[in-house]
């Protein structure tokens, strides 16, 4: 059984950085890719950034390109977002999620593909 918990979420200013991780347990990371997506009220949940089981294929949504950056660590089992130049707009919860990923190295781009989530974590953004 594989477990996600996020962690580093909290209340920031407009421009002003955050950093979340999500450590993960339970199975051997590399052979996970993995995502983080993210759910403002009212709205859907979407894919903001994935990467792949080695960290050499990333995605960004264009709505926090060149904002935000995903990475991962395979030795300490544990993905991470950072968040730059952020905006009121970015107020959401942060989730990330896994994915089996044994064959292949890219990353997974629907919400459907991810069979394991953590519980989130709430990111918000005064103006």
């Known amino acids: 059984q594989v477990q996600l918990v996020e962690s580093g979420g909290g209340l920031v200013q407009a421009g002003g950085s955050l950093r979340l991780s999500c450590a993960v347990s339970?199975?051997?990371?590399?052979?996970?890719?993995m995502g983080w997506f993210r759910q403002a009220p009212g709205k859907e949940r979407e894919l903001l950034a994935a990467?792949?089981?080695?960290?050499?294929?990333?995605y960004y949504a264009g709505s926090v390109k060149g904002r935000f950056t995903i990475s991962r660590d395979n030795a300490k089992n544990t993905v991470y977002l950072q968040m730059n130049s952020l905006k009121p707009e970015d107020t959401a919860v942060y989730y990330c999620?896994?994915?089996?990923?044994?064959?292949?190295?890219?990353?997974?781009?629907?919400?459907?593909?991810?069979?394991?989530w953590g519980q989130g974590t709430q990111v918000t953004v005064s103006s």
């Open positions: 990467i792949g089981r080695s960290g050499g294929s990333t």
């Open positions: 999620a896994a994915k089996f990923s044994p064959t292949r190295s890219g990353w997974y781009p629907f919400q459907r593909d991810y069979g394991y």
């Open positions: 339970g199975q051997t990371f590399s052979m996970y890719a």
